[in-house]
């Protein structure tokens, strides 16, 4: 069974990755830990990603029918090309494809395959979607810049695993200790004894990244680098490693933790997932996807001309400084005034009342003309011209109670965040994408979850490919 199986043994679905085409293209490698028929297949990359999903954003240049019932897609980013096939078993992406237009941003998230034909040792890696919109060019400039910083936190990662003496279980032992997430964990040392990648490659594929963020900012005008054999050798001069001694959950503030594998997320991290489904392949699909077509695709790709948002990658040397200059500027919640009225923004689990001061009572008996009174200060009720009304013991004790399970009830918000956000997503959309703040505000008053937490589970619905952005703040349910 996968790692990131639900307690009660169902499989869950994986969070998609993030990953460059130039990467994706280099990966020959598929397995599934277990001989079960929904275990999960793999693609694991050169640098560790284990893949079973992946999210990508890139350009549509190109849509071919290859047989009766399926089509074959190239989706190109700065970096090289990645090979979509939908058939009759992907009704929706396939629907997608045959209504946009060459050239359209898209974004795709999908299932990672492998593909060896019987008269070749080449193999070829494709995607097969599961669903597939259209989107503009600032999602696709986020989606280079967040994938180069990913990239260069594997980079890091990998680095940092090559200079240990452990092995095998035992590195991936070593590296779940030192914070890197379960699933990177388990690919690390798989990338190590399948393609032995050396820090050559790793040194070129931080080049690759570094410059697909610089096409994005407007400093360059296509990625000239290109990358060698994983198990390239040569001298490098960069530290690529990370230091995982200071960090905790390699990855976490992009990629989601278990269960799931980017898994970008995403890479790109990972929240309650939802069940998969077994899908049938027909044979067909593996049979119609041709050799010739698949030579093109380690051609450098020209960007597509766009104003990018993103930030100015610069010039950087190590992954880390990668990480750094690629990561987009953070967003800052600011919660709404009316947000103050939830019971969120409000300390649970405390017994103290708050009591006033000496001086705080004088400042409010001088700005409202009252005197407090204490409880021996207060005369009798019929010293006061009043006259108790018998209260009902049953009725105050029945309101009581049913304020305090009120007030239970509301306290605790017991679905999944992740999908309640989605879905509260969707609601609010009315075709052009709703507004980040609005989001969290409307999730904050729905839930009185704490704001930041409303945030976490957008940014791992992000992650795991259930949403994009489809403006500047603005999000859109996938």
Same mark, same amino acid.
């Given at each position: ?20 085409? &130039?990467?994706?293209?280099?990966? =020959? ?64 992406? #396939? &629907?997608?494809? +045959? ?78 200790? @030192? ?60 530290? #690529? ?61 020209? /960007? ?8 100015? @990658? ?19 919640? +600011? ?21 006033? =001061? ?31 009304? /018998? @209260? ?68 791992? @619905? #992000? ?8 403006? +500047? =703040? ?5």
């Amino acid at each position: 069974m996968s790692s990131n199986s639900t307690p009660d043994d169902r499989p869950s679905r994986e969070v998609a990755w993030r990953v460059f085409a &130039a990467e994706f293209d280099d990966a =020959d490698f598929s397995y599934a830990e277990s001989d079960e028929e929904r275990a999960p297949n793999y693609v694991v990359t050169p640098t560790g990603a284990r893949v079973n999903r992946l999210f990508v954003v890139g350009v549509l240049t190109e849509v071919e029918q290859v047989s009766d019932d399926v089509l074959r897609a190239r989706i190109v980013d700065p970096t090289g090309a990645f090979v979509v096939y939908a058939g009759q078993y992907q009704p929706d992406a #396939l &629907a997608s494809l +045959e209504r946009l237009d060459a050239p359209a941003f898209v974004a795709i998230t999908g299932k990672a395959r492998t593909f060896e034909p019987e008269d070749a040792d080449t193999v070829y890696t494709s995607v097969r979607p599961e669903s597939i919109s259209e989107v503009d060019a600032d999602t696709r400039d986020r989606w280079v810049v967040r994938t180069a910083e990913q990239t260069a936190e594997r980079v890091g990662v990998f680095a940092d695993a090559l200079g240990r003496e452990e092995r095998g279980t035992d590195l991936r032992n070593a590296l779940s200790e @030192a914070g890197v997430r379960p699933d990177l964990a388990a690919g690390v040392p798989l990338a190590i004894d399948h393609y032995g990648t050396t820090e050559t490659y790793l040194d070129d594929l931080c080049t690759v990244a570094r410059q697909a963020a610089e096409v994005v900012a407007g400093d360059r005008d296509e990625v000239a680098a290109t990358t060698p054999a994983p198990d390239a050798g040569g001298a490098v001069d960069t530290d #690529l490693s990370a230091d995982l001694d200071d960090e905790t959950e390699t990855t976490a503030e992009t990629e989601p933790a278990e269960p799931a594998t980017e898994s970008e997320s995403a890479p790109e991290s990972e929240p309650v997932s939802e069940p998969t489904t077994t899908e049938s392949e027909p044979e067909s699909d593996a049979a119609s996807e041709p050799v010739a077509e698949q030579d093109s695709e380690s051609e450098t790709v020209s /960007a597509v001309e766009a104003e990018p948002d993103a930030a100015d @990658a610069g010039d950087v040397g190590t992954t880390e400084e990668l990480a750094e200059s690629t990561a987009p500027e953070p967003e800052a919640v +600011e919660p709404e005034p009316e947000e103050s009225e939830s019971l969120g923004d409000f300390e649970t689990g405390t017994d103290e009342m708050y009591e006033f =001061d000496e001086e705080e009572r004088e400042e409010i008996e001088e700005e409202f003309d009252m005197d407090f009174s204490t409880g021996d200060d207060i005369p009798e009720a019929g010293e006061a011209g009043i006259e108790p009304e /018998a @209260a009902d013991p049953d009725e105050s004790e029945d309101s009581f109670e049913s304020e305090a399970a009120d007030e239970e009830e509301s306290d605790a918000f017991e679905g999944d965040l992740e999908d309640f956000v989605v879905d509260t997503m969707d609601d609010l959309d009315d075709g052009d994408g709703v507004d980040r703040d609005e989001v969290i505000r409307t999730v904050v008053e729905a839930t009185d979850e704490d704001p930041g937490d409303v945030e976490d589970a957008i940014q791992s @619905a #992000l992650m795991s490919g259930r949403c994009y952005e489809s403006g +500047e =703040d603005t999000l859109k349910a996938i």
